[in-house]
């Protein structure tokens, strides 16, 4: 069984720095595609960051481009997602995805496993 567990959120003002954690459990990490989401109620659930198996492609929503970094130790079964320069509208609850098919996308819908979600909030 896998499982994905957030780490990492909380409270923090604007301009601020959080660096959320994804450990995977089960299954084959290096295979998996990674991604974040996040999701503000009563808004879809919109991407992030994507990460292939090796880390060696990656990709951003336009919104946190050259603010967010994701990368992966996959010794460590781990993904992340350095945040940088946050505002308040990155509030929301962020989700670690992966897709067994090791296939990158956008579209939450492709991914077959997803963590219970991190809460991040940034004040004004």
């Known amino acids: 069984q896998v499982q994905l567990v957030e780490s990492g959120g909380g409270l923090v003002q604007a301009g601020g720095s959080l660096r959320l954690s994804c450990v995977v459990s089960?299954?084959?990490?290096?295979?998996?595609?990674m991604a974040w989401f996040r999701q503000d109620p009563g808004k879809e659930r919109e991407v992030v960051a994507t990460?292939?198996?090796?880390?060696?492609?990656?990709d951003y929503a336009d919104s946190v481009k050259g603010r967010f970094t994701v990368s992966r130790d996959n010794a460590k079964n781990t993904v992340y997602l350095q945040m940088n320069s946050l505002k308040p509208e990155d509030t929301a609850v962020y989700y670690c995805?992966?897709?067994?098919?090791?296939?990158?996308?956008?579209?939450?819908?492709?991914?077959?496993?997803w963590g219970r979600g991190t809460q991040v909030t940034v004040s004004s």
């Open positions: 995805a992966a897709d067994r098919s090791g296939v990158i996308s956008n579209q939450w819908r492709r991914y077959d496993y």
């Open positions: 990460i292939s198996g090796n880390g060696g492609t990656t």
């Open positions: 089960g299954g084959t990490f290096t295979w998996y595609a």
